[in-house]
């Protein structure tokens, strides 16, 4: 079965630091697409990056930037020069080429601390 | 805003209750998602459609069912309510393309009473 793996229920920084949250991922397949999305406390589900699996080069949206490592199946996402606002739950989903299920792992919940 | 349209925000029913979720995707958008996410939860996958046919099955309860009309939109059917029902239930929406990303509605907050 198609799994997401957060280890990380919950995470503080302080403001401007660099935090990186975990995700593993468990599949067979070949070809397969990772997203980290964000929720903050107004519940909106919101994008904040995206992966394919096929390509080496890691995927970066300004401050956010993941650490792709396919043999590991290891997903990780790094926020830079963090900010107040980028407090919020985390999810690490997944969705696999023989299917369109998008998996999410359970969240790591991140407060950025003034 | 992700274009994405859940009605109603909020939804208070006793148990033992029928309700119904809708959804709107986004323009140009033919699958449709249900999640549910219990309180500080995970999200949890339902159900999925894509143009109308049910394409992908979660760990959705049998008193759960969902369709998607003709003009895409889709409707979640909650039955014989219960509290632990009580959730926020997500719809989201994407192209469908393998390099899609979901596209999520607002939310509707259920609470059974």
């Known amino acids: 079965a198609q799994t997401v793996t957060q280890s990380q229920p919950e995470m503080s920084v302080q403001e401007a630091e660099t935090v990186t949250l975990s995700c593993t991922y468990d599949t067979s397949e070949n070809n397969y697409y990772l997203f980290w999305y964000k929720q903050p406390p107004s519940r909106q589900m919101i994008l904040v990056i995206r992966q394919e699996a096929y390509k080496q080069q890691n995927a970066t949206e300004n401050r956010f930037s993941v650490n792709f490592q396919k043999a590991a199946k290891s997903f990780s996402l790094k926020i830079s020069d963090s900010q107040l606002g980028d407090t919020a739950m985390y999810f690490c989903?997944?969705?696999?080429?023989?299917?369109?299920?998008?998996?999410f792992g359970k969240g790591t919940r991140l407060h950025i601390l003034p | 805003d992700s274009g994405v349209t859940q009605t109603p925000k909020h939804l208070i029913t006793a148990t033992g209750q029928r309700v119904t979720l809708r959804c709107s995707p986004r323009?140009?958008?033919?699958?449709v998602y249900w999640y549910q996410q219990s309180l500080d939860q995970g999200l949890q996958f339902l159900i999925q459609?894509?143009?109308?046919?049910?394409?992908a099955k979660g760990n959705i309860l049998e008193r759960f069912s969902a369709q998607q009309f003709p003009d895409l939109h889709s409707e979640l059917n909650l039955s014989s309510l219960e509290l632990g029902d009580s959730a926020l239930y997500f719809c989201?929406?994407?192209?469908?393309?393998?390099?899609?990303?979901?596209?999520f509605g607002n939310g509707t907050r259920l609470t059974v009473t």
């Open positions: 459609y894509y143009n109308g046919e049910e394409r």
């Open positions: 989201a929406s994407s192209v469908l393309g393998r390099n899609s990303p979901l596209h």
């Open positions: 989903a997944s969705l696999m080429n023989r299917d369109d299920k998008i998996i």
């Open positions: 323009s140009g958008d033919l699958s």
